[in-house]
């Protein structure tokens, strides 16, 4: 069973521009959570997704947000890029919704760099 | 507060030496999910265990060992016999019973290094 993809890996953009993130669950698979990384901050919840619809948001400005598709798969958007916004971004699906004790198992993750 | 606090920031061990890496947690629930994944160098966050609150069994897989114990609310994960391929961040997270979302909360993250 694949595991869960995130593309592109790399990505290096200027502040104000606006980037699109892409991840594609395990197969069978109906959540998607977000997380950002950073050596500040840690692991960080953006937002999960089950169902097309946003299940639960973490504390980030709405320049953040996130979409899921039919098939599960899922993207988020940052708008307005700041130079904080550097990281490492993470997608997690899990079979339901994290919050009911389900193993999320993480993809490879897209290294975000804004200069 | 934290909910899951890993005080170890940093942890160098040589290889072959057994290492414990700490975890505490803060709930109030009587059900939870406790966790341990491994973030190698590549990024990608690995799963290598989930335990539920009701199961206080040790559990013990190859050199890998994990002891929880609520009275102290604590899910230890000790490696034995450490092997370079061990160097890793490794964080413990705690999945609380909700109706709905996510309510997964990751520690600091312990950052191992196992020299050769």
């Known amino acids: 069973k694949a595991g869960v993809t995130q593309t592109p890996r790399y990505l290096i953009k200027t502040r104000g521009q606006q980037v699109t993130l892409s991840c594609s669950p395990i197969?069978?698979?109906?959540?998607v959570s977000w997380y950002q990384q950073t050596p500040g901050q840690g692991l960080q919840f953006l937002f999960e997704?089950?169902?097309?619809?946003?299940?639960n948001k973490g504390n980030f400005p709405g320049r953040f947000s996130g979409r899921q598709f039919s098939n599960s798969r899922s993207e988020m958007n940052v708008s307005t890029l700041e130079l904080g916004d550097s990281a490492l971004y993470l997608c997690a699906s899990s079979y339901g919704l994290a919050g009911d004790q389900e193993t999320q198992y993480f993809g490879p993750g897209t290294r975000l760099l804004v200069l | 507060a934290q909910k899951v606090t890993q005080a170890q920031t940093e942890i160098s061990v040589v290889e072959k030496e057994d290492v414990t890496l700490d975890c505490v947690y803060k709930t109030r629930d009587t059900t939870y999910y406790l966790f341990w994944y491994k973030q190698p160098p590549s990024g990608e966050l690995v799963f290598l265990i989930r335990r539920n609150s009701f199961d206080e069994q040790n559990e013990i897989s190859g050199r890998y060992s994990w002891n929880f114990q609520k009275s102290t609310s604590s899910f230890n994960f000790t490696i034995t016999a450490s092997q370079v391929v061990d160097s890793a961040v490794y964080f413990c997270?705690?999945?609380?019973?909700?109706?709905?979302?996510?309510?997964?909360?990751f520690g600091t993250g312990t950052s191992l290094t196992v020299i050769p």
């Open positions: 997270a705690l999945s609380e019973a909700g109706n709905t979302g996510n309510q997964f909360y």
């Open positions: 197969s069978g698979h109906r959540s």
């Open positions: 997704y089950f169902s097309e619809t946003q299940r």
